[in-house]
């Protein structure tokens, strides 16, 4: 069973940073792609960054490049996402995944989430 629980939100002003982490359990992720997400409120769930466990190549969204940067420690089982030049428009519940490779996200495993919240 693949438990994933994320922590690091928090309230920030516009300019700011923050560190998500994303603690794993479970016996290896080496067949895993892992990710970002997010939800602001009525707005669907979109994607935010990725990287593969074991190669580590990592993806973003448009709206992220440049300002955050995924990683993840193997040995710790953590998933990062640094959060740097935060915006208002960044502001939602962050969720991190887990997929098998080949898979789709949807069909992984989920954290509970950790709100974002970015003043002006």
């Known amino acids: 069973q693949v438990q994933l629980v994320e922590s690091g939100g928090g309230l920030v002003q516009a300019g700011g940073s923050l560190r998500l982490s994303c603690a794993a359990s479970?016996?290896?992720?080496?067949?895993?792609?892992m990710g970002w997400f997010r939800q602001a409120p009525g707005k669907e769930r979109e994607f935010v960054a990725s990287?593969?466990?074991?190669?580590?190549?990592?993806n973003y969204a448009d709206s992220v490049k440049g300002r955050f940067t995924i990683s993840r420690d193997i040995a710790m089982n953590t998933v990062y996402l640094q959060m740097n030049s935060l915006k208002p428009e960044d502001t939602a519940v962050y969720y991190c995944?887990?997929?098998?490779?080949?898979?789709?996200?949807?069909?992984?495993?989920w954290g509970q989430g950790t709100q974002v919240t970015v003043s002006s």
């Open positions: 995944a887990a997929a098998r490779r080949g898979s789709s996200f949807e069909d992984g495993h």
């Open positions: 990287i593969g466990w074991s190669g580590g190549s990592t």
């Open positions: 479970a016996r290896t992720f080496s067949s895993y792609v």
